[in-house]
């Protein structure tokens, strides 16, 4: 399944997972949580998850990260996007981190899903990582559990050409410019995960997790007024009942698909400091 923030979740996928790298799993087994991140007044929960993000660059849950192969994924990405007459994709560096560390968290967590047991989705990922980038990334996941030869990235790219859920067409959408793909692999088993985004801009400096005025303050100034940029909770972010005070924070920005046509997308979450 390809997923968007914006997309609505299909009611039939299954219910239950089985362990990623499970010796008795199936190829593809897909899960889906509630599409709500803890609310914006939870500073915990956004902390957590993006301290466990970060931790997962460097760990792949028994499995290893293979970087060859998911810069093959790309060239592969690109021949197919060629034939279909769209353009090619640029490697993006906060996108493969993103697909790095939720290819890590999966392998920890024994399931293959789009989002996060709290709700987390692509997107917040690539807002928790991303310190410079103003974008909204759709996802595609694929599992191969087969004894034999390793899944090659062709192997796995094949499953998108076939899956009836919309992976190829997010593959080949032509307003897509840039993309990462993570290649993690265990015994017999292999999990690709790729992102896909068209960035409506990039910061002239990573604007840091925990941000003082100042730093907030920079990156506001330094964006195209054109883009309208704009402070407020980060988006997908469930409403909260608590008391006033400090709260997750997103800098977002405006992407005009035409005249008078417009859409708000989100950029690098933080927590505002003193």
């Known amino acids: ?37 803890p609310p914006a007044s939870d500073i915990d929960a956004w902390s957590a998850y993006e301290a466990r993000l970060r931790a997962r660059l460097a760990d792949g849950g028994g499995g290893r990260f293979d970087e060859a192969g998911a810069r093959t994924a790309l060239t592969l990405a690109n021949q197919a996007r060629g034939a279909a007459g769209a353009p090619p994709l640029a490697w993006h560096d906060e996108l493969a981190q993103s697909a790095r560390a ?3 968290d999966l392998a920890h967590s024994g399931k293959v899903e789009h989002l996060s047991r709290e709700g987390f989705d692509p997107s917040h990922r690539l807002w928790l990582l991303g310190r410079t980038t103003i974008g909204s990334p759709s996802e595609n996941l694929a599992y191969h559990h087969r004894p034999g030869p390793p899944a090659t990235p062709a192997t796995l790219l094949a499953q998108w050409r076939k899956s009836p859920e919309g992976h190829w067409q997010n593959l080949l959408r032509a307003s897509h410019s840039h993309a990462a793909f993570a290649l993690l692999r265990g015994p017999d088993q292999a999990l690709l995960v790729g992102l896909f985004c068209r960035p409506v801009a990039n910061l002239a400096e990573p604007l840091p997790f925990l941000a003082h005025g100042d730093e907030i303050a920079e990156a506001v ?54």
Request: net charge positive.
């Open 221 to 274: 100034r330094g964006l195209d007024p054109n883009l309208n940029p704009r402070l407020g909770p980060p988006q997908g972010a469930r409403q909260g009942t608590g008391a006033p005070g400090r709260r997750m924070m997103q800098l977002s920005a405006i992407r005009r698909d035409g005249p008078g046509q417009g859409d708000y997308v989100g950029g690098p979450v933080f927590l505002p400091t003193r």
């Open 1 to 37: 399944m390809s997923l968007t923030r914006r997309m609505a979740l299909g009611a039939a996928l299954a219910a239950a997972a089985v362990p990623a790298f499970a010796k008795d799993a199936p190829e593809i087994t897909v899960v889906m949580a509630r599409d709500e991140a």
């Open 102 to 104: 939720h290819g890590g």
